[in-house]
């Protein structure tokens, strides 16, 4: 009788633990979620990149360049118009101009440079 009281208390005690850590990944239902930026969030982050100026299009605020791979986006070299933050000066830059840039924003399907560094 003694052995099955202890064999009981044991088996109680175990299940005890089991079941608490059960509560905890209860309470803990959404994952890893909440540790990562939204896709959005981490689109909007500038990333750099290399290029030529081939055309610049003052009317519009923008640039045509030919650009190196960018590696944070796993985009392959092309040339492409972008446009220019506000406060960019669409004036100091000439086609065959080689700059690096920051460039952000696929997810709302404009790619705006952000800041330009001449070489």
């Known amino acids: 009788m003694k052995k099955s009281l202890k064999t009981i208390g044991l088996t109680l005690m175990i299940t005890g633990f ?3 850590g059960n509560i905890y990944a209860d309470g803990h239902k959404t994952g890893h979620s909440g ?6 969030e981490m ?8 290029g030529v100026i081939k055309e ?3 009317s519009a605020n ?4 030919q650009h190196e791979p960018i590696e944070a986006w796993k985009m ?20 065959g ?3 690096h840039f920051m ?15 001449r070489n």
Do not use: C, R, W
């Open 62 to 65: 923008k640039i045509k360049v």
């Open 97 to 99: 101009q080689k700059i």
């Open 56 to 58: 610049v299009v003052s």
């Open 18 to 20: 089991i079941g608490s």
């Open 76 to 95: 392959g070299a092309m040339q492409m118009t972008f446009e220019l933050a506000p406060g960019l000066d669409i004036n100091s830059l000439e086609a």
């Open 103 to 117: 460039v952000k924003s696929p997810s709302t399907g404009k790619y705006v440079i952000t800041e330009i560094m």
């Open 43 to 50: 689109d909007a982050m500038p990333v750099p990149a290399t």
């Open 35 to 40: 540790h990562k930026m939204a896709s959005g």
